[in-house]
């Protein structure tokens, strides 16, 4: 089995500019959640997937989207980027129906985003 | 702000010692969880107290949840270097509009010196 995959582990963008991130999620696991995690803070929900559609979205503006697709992996993409934006970005996978209460939540290793 | 929030920040004990850190959350809960994160790393579930549970043990961590105070600890009994990590609280919500979101504390760094 394997567990919830990241890519790229690091990138180094310029501001304005975009950027992509993946996630695979955990075999058997069907929705998927994005956090942000600045230096010394804690993860910051961004928004949740299930069966394709977004299942929810914390305080981040439309500049912040994603996607998923049919075999529950994830993308998360992040346009305009402002300096604000560095922080690691981390994917969560879970084999709860996204509609029922949160339990454990298994976590990739995060890809860490630097805007200069 | 619904966000737990762990203290100490940090705390530094010696091998062998036992370390206890607190959350402090502020609306209903389901359920209140307890992660651990190596520096720069992803996060690791260790366990999970649901609301009408008042106490939870798995090996050498002890879990309490006092949801008329809002709060919970975490106990690690006979500490390891290993043990050297960040830990984070983390609710959901009760609140329909908010279904499957965490609310993560800052967390506390705890150092095990050897």
């Known amino acids: 089995e394997t567990g919830v995959t990241q890519s790229p582990t690091h990138l180094i963008k310029t501001r304005g500019q975009q950027v992509t991130l993946r996630c695979s999620s955990q075999?058997?696991?069907?929705?998927v959640s994005w956090y942000q995690q600045a230096l010394g803070q804690g993860p910051q929900f961004i928004f949740q997937?299930?069966?394709?559609?977004?299942?929810g979205r914390g305080n981040f503006p439309p500049r912040f989207s994603g996607l998923q697709f049919p075999n529950y992996s994830s993308e998360l993409n992040v346009n305009a980027l402002e300096l604000d934006d560095s922080a690691l970005y981390l994917c969560?996978?879970?084999?709860?129906?996204?509609?029922?209460?949160?339990?454990?939540?298994?976590f990739g290793e995060g890809s860490r985003l630097t805007v200069l | 702000s619904q966000q737990g929030e762990e203290d100490p920040q940090a705390l530094s004990i010696q091998e062998g010692e036992n370390a206890t850190m607190n959350c402090s959350y502020k609306?209903?809960?389901?359920?209140l969880q307890w992660y651990r994160q190596n520096s720069g790393r992803g996060l690791v579930h260790l366990i999970l107290?649901?609301?009408?549970?008042r106490e939870k043990h798995s090996g050498r961590l002890r879990v309490t949840l006092d949801t008329s105070k809002k709060s919970s600890s975490l106990l690690i009994t006979a500490s390891r270097a290993a043990d050297t990590a960040s830990y984070f609280c983390?609710?959901?919500?009760?609140?329909?509009?908010?279904?499957?979101?965490?609310?993560f504390g800052r967390g506390t760094q705890l150092t095990v010196w050897p």
């Open positions: 969560a996978s879970s084999p709860l129906p996204g509609r029922e209460r949160t339990g454990e939540l298994f």
């Open positions: 075999s058997g696991h069907n929705t």
């Open positions: 997937y299930y069966r394709e559609e977004e299942n």
């Open positions: 609306t209903s809960i389901n359920n």
């Open positions: 107290i649901r609301s009408n549970e």
């Open positions: 983390a609710t959901d919500s009760n609140r329909g509009s908010t279904l499957g979101r965490l609310y």
